[in-house]
């Protein structure tokens, strides 16, 4: 059975910084494309930041380029998502998703399997 499990929400204050992993089992990391999502209250999951299977090729939404960094270490199956200069737009459930493929994707359609989600909440 493939799970995820996220970890490392919480509550900061804007312009914090919070580091997210999410840690998969049950499939072959190496092999996987991986992927954050996020959605806030009333709104539609959006697209964060995804990386290919090696680690050589990342792709991030406009809204945190320059702000979060996306990293994986295949020895651990573990994806990290590191965000800094964090603003109250930010607040949502943060999601962990894997794809079955090597390649990279920002269509959440695409990916095979999600996580519970953790909640990162910035206050202003």
């Known amino acids: 059975q493939v799970q995820l499990v996220e970890s490392g929400g919480g509550l900061v204050q804007a312009g914090g910084s919070l580091r997210l992993s999410c840690s998969l089992s049950?499939?072959?990391?190496?092999?996987?494309?991986m992927g954050w999502f996020r959605q806030a209250p009333g709104k539609e999951r959006e697209f964060v930041a995804t990386?290919?299977?090696?680690?050589?090729?990342?792709y991030y939404a406009d809204s945190v380029k320059g702000r979060f960094t996306i990293s994986r270490d295949n020895a651990r199956d573990t994806v990290y998502l590191q965000m800094n200069n964090l603003k109250p737009e930010d607040t949502a459930v943060y999601y962990c998703?894997?794809?079955?493929?090597?390649?990279?994707?920002?269509?959440?359609?695409?990916?095979?399997?999600w996580g519970q989600g953790t909640q990162v909440t910035i206050s202003s």
């Open positions: 998703a894997a794809r079955a493929l090597p390649e990279i994707a920002a269509n959440p359609r695409l990916y095979n399997y």
């Open positions: 049950g499939r072959t990391f190496s092999s996987c494309a």
């Open positions: 990386i290919n299977s090696s680690g050589s090729s990342t």
